[in-house]
C-alpha cells in the first residue's frame, strides 16, 4: 500500500510538472494558438478571429496616444493578442475574464485584450462591469484606449524593471489612463464629480477617474514629470488631502 502511495505521488508530482511547464511555454509563446496576425509598425496584433481591417486605424491612434508619454520609445515592440474566446483570455489572465485588458509586465510583456469590435473601435464589456450598459463611459476609452492603457503598462515596466508590486495603484494606474485618454480628461470637471462622490470616481467600481485626477494633478498642475514621481513618489494621503482642498473650477 505504501508503495502505490509513493508510486501515485510521483506519478502526480510529473503531471502537474508537465503541464506547469505547458502553461509556462504558451505563456511564453502564445502566438501559435492565435489563427490570425497583423503587424504595423512597431505594434503586432493577433487575434482568435479574423482580423478586420480598421485594426490599422486603432493602432495608429493607441501609437498617437503613447507618443505623449516620456517614457516612449520608438524601438519597443508592442505584442497584443485579442481574446474573443473567453477561455483564452481566462487561460492568458490567470481566470480574470472580467478585466478589458492586462499587460504581463512582470514577465513576457505580452498584452491580452478582452472580446473586441475592431471595426467600431470598441471593447465588448462584461455584464458585470458597473459601466456595462452606460454608452457615455466608453466616449473616452475606445479600444485603442485599452491599447494604449496597456501598451504604457508595459513602457511603465521597460522603465522601471518588472516588479510593478512595488509602486502604489494610484500611479501605476493613473498613468496608463492618463496617457490611454490622450489628453481627454477635464481635471475640473472630474474634480467636482469627486466632491459630488459620483461613483466614475470610486476605484472599486474598476474606473481610475480618481487616480487619474491625481496623475494630472502632478503633472499638469505642478508641471511634473512622470520620471520625477517614479524617483520620488508622492505620498499618497497628503496627495489626496491637497487635491480634495481644491475647489472645481479653480
Known amino acids: 500500500m505504501k508503495n502505490k502511495s509513493i508510486l501515485f505521488l510521483k506519478k502526480l508530482t510529473y ?3 508537465c503541464l506547469t511547464l505547458t502553461y509556462l511555454f504558451i505563456l511564453m509563446f502564445p502566438g501559435f494558438i492565435f489563427a490570425y496576425s497583423v503587424t504595423y509598425k512597431q ?3 493577433y487575434s482568435d478571429r479574423k482580423i478586420d481591417k480598421n485594426i490599422y486605424a486603432v493602432v495608429e491612434d493607441a501609437l498617437t496616444r503613447i507618443k505623449r508619454s516620456e517614457l516612449y520609445n520608438n524601438e519597443i515592440h508592442f505584442d497584443i493578442y485579442i481574446c474573443n474566446d473567453l477561455w483564452r483570455l481566462g487561460f492568458f489572465t490567470q481566470g480574470n475574464t472580467l478585466a478589458g485588458g492586462i499587460a504581463q509586465y512582470n514577465f513576457t510583456r505580452d498584452i491580452f485584450i478582452r472580446t473586441s469590435n475592431i471595426r467600431e473601435n470598441k471593447i465588448i464589456p462584461p455584464d458585470e462591469w458597473y459601466s456595462a450598459n452606460k454608452p457615455f463611459s466608453f466616449q473616452d476609452r475606445p479600444l485603442s484606449y485599452y491599447f494604449a492603457h496597456e501598451m504604457t503598462h508595459i513602457l511603465q515596466s ?4 518588472r516588479g510593478s508590486w512595488r509602486y502604489p495603484a494610484w500611479l501605476t494606474e493613473g498613468y496608463a489612463d492618463y496617457i490611454g485618454k490622450g489628453g481627454n480628461f477635464d481635471f475640473d470637471q472630474n474634480l ?3 466632491h459630488k462622490d459620483a461613483p466614475e470616481l470610486d476605484p472599486s467600481k474598476g474606473l481610475y477617474r480618481l487616480y487619474h ?3 494630472s494633478y502632478l503633472l499638469d498642475k505642478q508641471k511634473k514629470s512622470i520620471k520625477d ?3 520620488r513618489i508622492p505620498n499618497d ?4 488631502r491637497k487635491i480634495w482642498s481644491l ?3 479653480q
Open 15 to 17: 503531471l502537474t510538472s
Open 43 to 45: 505594434v503586432s496584433v
Open 158 to 161: 521597460r522603465y522601471t524593471g
Open 192 to 194: 467636482h464629480l469627486w
Open 213 to 215: 485626477l491625481k496623475i
Open 229 to 231: 514621481l517614479y524617483k
Open 237 to 240: 494621503d497628503v496627495l489626496t
Open 247 to 249: 475647489k472645481p473650477n
